[in-house]
Nanobody, 125 residues
Framework: QGVLVESGGGLVQAGDSLTLSCAASGRPFGGIVMAWFRQAPGKGREAVASIHWSGASATYADSVKGRFTIATDNAKNMVFLQMSSLKPEDTAVYYC??????????????????WGQGTQVTVSS
């Protein structure tokens, strides 16, 4: 497994943009899928987006399509989530995740074995 460390969260206003970063280390990442999930207070963990480490095959939850973009920087071992047109309902702790050995689909939490500690995103109205 690897180590994932998220950063870039904060308090923004509705309509603003924010970019989250995930620094990956501790293992080779080539060939696996990385993802962003989020969890709002009192709710379950929700998939946001996933991407192959190569940068191919980006997939998004319907709730963020057209507003969020996931990307990788292989040279720096980083995964990014660019968020625009933020809404109050985007408020959550955002987690970076790395694919595990059991695959259930790119937007399914059970597909991912290692997780970061999370970064808080708060969108005010």
């Amino acid at each position: 497994q690897g180590v994932l460390v998220e950063s870039g969260g904060g308090l923004v206003q509705a309509g603003d943009s924010l970019t989250l970063s995930c620094a990956a280390s501790g293992r080779p990442f080539g060939g696996i899928v990385m993802a962003w999930f989020r969890q709002a207070p009192g709710k379950g963990r929700e998939a946001v987006a996933s991407i192959h480490w190569s940068g191919a095959s980006a997939t998004y939850a319907d709730s963020v399509k057209g507003r969020f973009t996931i990307a990788t920087d292989n040279a720096k071992n980083m995964v990014f989530l660019q968020m625009s047109s933020l809404k109050p309902e985007d408020t959550a702790v955002y987690y970076c995740a790395g694919q595990g050995n059991s695959w259930h689909g790119s937007l399914v939490a059970a597909s991912y074995d290692f997780w970061g500690q999370g970064t808080q995103v708060t969108v005010s109205s």
